[in-house]
């Protein structure tokens, strides 16, 4: 038994660009032809530098210290602010923008990278701007001319920083009871005076920038009930005029983790605010941020879950308790086939999530520049079907991996000296914020699978079976016939699936959890096989690690789906005990 080995985020993150071909793709694209694949493994290994050599050591101050309260103004951690001073020195908020406003254009894939190595670093830090990217995606697709103008370069640059001001104290995930109100205070209907109290608001203050954009849903005096009757407004703390706007922070919470990212109540008392998109059309923007918030949730999860990885195996290279079978002597815990399952574990679920997280953002940037309207329309479709994958499974797995890699230290790990308690806590909450990981899952259900006939993940699992078809022929000993069986058996069982939830949709969506399941693993089967195929093609000790990490996620990981997939089948049999 081989003791595990940790490839490193930047390493692997290489191997996709490289080896399976993101980064050859992306070059086939309009705007990155002028790029080429080194060039993006350069970024990411300047990211990986940064994040290891300036964020990670406040990583822990951010946990001590926490932010500070005091007459409306927050004070983040020592050496947070400094360290977002070199973050835009360094240009990484300009990575994927548009150049004419001052971007670097380069794709969503190399900006995922980015906030996988940073959050891993320092996820509390990372949430300052984390959003920005997804603000300047609404404000550059949907603001007017004369709000582009305005507000975007500053946005480009990190100047600013801006928030995504949705919950309300009664209206968490169920925005259409939301009861902040926007008065038109202009004949041409693009003004208001935004008067309302949001909660929840990561960065809504903060001494980091002297300007924060607040992304704000509202509703109009003459808006429709529901959701449906939601604006969105771009409410800046500071008028362009100079003038402090009517928006103040009245307080901040005391959070289980990530205490150096200020998590602030809001009050809009008469703001002036202006219309982004459409009145009563705020969702559709909105959720141009959303969805790119919830990838780059995912992407944090990807890095904790690294990070805390990295830690357990060191400490497992290090620690020698008792004897193996076959061992005179003690030898490291690595070595012991209970801990190794445990390590293997966590590095198979991390270079896995990292095989679903940048197809994703690859889809994203073909929805955007593909040659042809077709390729572009099946791209946008992939990345809808995807997101709530993305967001819900690689978040669980960063916390169950960090939870493994606490019981890697045993007695240790509970002590917070070691720091690895510090991943734990702060794992806990993306499975919570920019949507539920349940929300996720009934999302992907009914928006995304039953909403089409399945189609779109028809599509997805035929390309799938195709990659565990080519791994079959390519090498037998992985062992992809089972994955292939999987595959089948859920392509016989989808339209009973989609009949439950049109004909019982409480019985549908109390196995919701266990759908999403069996999409990522069925998702997985053709990423694992992908990576297989491309490491057969390329042999060296990287590829090795990929083809043992396939074999182990075929032996150990995939059983865990077809026990998703026999609880969907019990549902659909007797639908009456979830009435």
């Keep these: 038994m081989a003791y595990p080995q940790s490839l490193g985020a930047a390493e692997d993150i290489a191997f996709v660009l490289n080896t399976l071909g993101v980064g050859d793709a992306l070059t086939r694209l309009g705007p990155f032809r002028e790029f080429d694949t080194a060039t993006f493994v350069q970024v990411v290994d300047e990211a990986a530098r940064f994040s290891r050599e300036v964020l990670a050591p406040l990583n822990a101050v951010g946990d001590r210290e926490g932010c500070t309260w005091r ?40 900006q995922v990278a980015v906030q996988e190595l940073t959050a891993g670093a320092n996820l509390a830090w990372t949430m300052y701007p984390g959003i920005l990217h997804g603000a300047y995606e609404c404000v550059h697709r949907f603001g007017s001319a004369a709000l582009r103008d305005a507000w975007l370069r500053p946005l480009v640059s990190g100047e600013w920083l801006a928030t995504m001001a949705l919950t309300e104290p009664g209206a968490g995930s169920d925005l259409g009871q939301i009861r902040t109100r926007a008065e038109w205070i202009d004949g041409t209907r693009e003004t208001v005076r935004v008067t309302g109290e949001k909660i929840f608001i990561s960065g809504g203050e903060q001494d980091l920038t002297p300007n924060i954009v607040h992304l704000v849903l ?73 969805n790119s918030a919830r990838l780059h949730v995912g992407a944090s999860g990807v890095g904790l879950a690294q990070s805390a990885y990295d830690m357990a195996l060191r400490h497992a290279g290090e620690r020698v308790q008792s004897r193996v079978p076959g061992a005179e002597a003690g030898v ?131 390309w799938a079976r195709a990659q565990v078809s080519e791994a079959r022929i390519v090498d037998t000993r992985d062992g992809f016939d089972a994955a292939l069986v999987a595959l089948d058996d859920w392509t016989m069982l989808m339209p009973s699936v989609i009949a439950l939830a049109r004909t019982s949709p409480r019985a549908a969506l109390c196995v919701a959890g ?16 992908q990576a297989a ?10 590829a090795d690690g990929k083809r043992s990490a396939a074999r182990y996620w075929l032996k150990f990981t995939l059983p865990e789906t077809r026990r998703a997939m026999a609880i969907v089948a019990a549902q659909i049999r007797d639908p009456e005990t979830a009435e």
């Design 514 to 529: 266990e759908v999403m399941r069996v999409v990522h693993g069925l998702s997985m089967a053709g990423l694992w096989a």
């Design 71 to 110: 007459d409306g103004e927050v004070r983040t951690p020592t050496g947070f602010a400094d360290a977002y001073r070199q973050y835009c020195n360094a240009g990484w908020p300009s990575l994927p923008c548009d150049p004419s406003l001052g971007g670097q254009g380069l794709p969503v894939v190399v």
């Design 533 to 542: 195929v491309a490491a057969h093609r390329v042999p060296g000790p990287i």
């Design 332 to 462: 490291p815990i690595a070595g012991h086939p209970a801990v190794w399952r445990l390590l293997e574990g966590q590095r198979v679920a991390v270079e896995g999530a990292r095989l679903l997280l940048y197809r994703a953002a690859l889809a994203i940037d073909e929805a955007h520049h593909a040659d042809t309207p077709q390729a572009r329309v099946q791209a946008d479709a992939l990345v809808a079907l995807l997101t709530p994958v993305v967001k819900a499974m690689l978040t669980e797995q960063a916390f169950l991996g960090a939870s493994d890699a606490l019981q890697v230290f045993g007695g240790y790990g509970y002590v917070e000296e070691t720091g690895i308690s510090q991943f734990l806590r702060d794992a806990r909450i993306p499975m919570i914020y920019e949507g539920t990981n349940e929300i996720q899952a009934i999302d992907l259900m009914l928006r995304k699978v039953v909403k089409d006939d399945g189609a779109t993940l028809s599509q997805w699992l035929t």
């Design 218 to 290: 509202a509703r109009t005096p003459d808006a429709p009930p529901g959701s449906g009757g939601l604006s969105l407004f771009l409410v800046p703390k500071v008028l362009a005029n100079g003038e402090r706007n009517a928006v103040r922070c009245t307080g901040i919470e005391h959070k289980m983790g990530i205490r150096g990212s200020a998590t602030c109540s809001m009050a809009f008392e008469g703001a002036t605010g202006y219309l982004i998109g459409a009145p009563h059309r705020g969702l559709e923007a909105m959720f141009a941020m959303m």
